[in-house]
């Protein structure tokens, strides 16, 4: 085995080792914050709050939408009807939904 490929195989394998171990995003890089309003109620149900960014939103709470109050969901999610609320959509328009 040639020099250059003898140190290429473990500088690889010492690169991808390290990138590996730190998740989606480096270590030194900030979580993206929306801005603005957000409102979120915990994951075992109860009443939306708001919140000034994304990220103030505690770990494991699930994302209000809907109604007058509560706007839309992330691109990547859409507005459905809150299984754990008393609201019935059918019975008046101001029902809040949940992210999913």
């Not at 801005?35 to 209000?64: H, K, Q």
């Not at 509560?70 to 008046?92: I, W």
């Amino acid at each position: 085995m040639s020099g250059m490929k003898r140190l290429v195989l473990p500088c690889l394998w010492a690169w991808v080792s390290v990138l590996g171990g730190c998740g989606d995003r480096p270590v030194d890089e900030e979580p993206v914050c929306r801005e603005g309003r957000t409102f979120a109620r915990p994951a075992a149900g109860g009443n939306c709050e708001n919140y000034a960014s994304s990220c103030d939103v505690p770990a494991g709470a699930v994302l209000c939408c809907g109604g007058f109050v509560f706007g839309g969901c992330p691109t990547s999610k859409r507005c459905v009807d809150d299984p754990l609320d008393a609201c019935d959509p059918g019975q008046t328009s101001d029902c809040p939904g949940i992210c999913q």
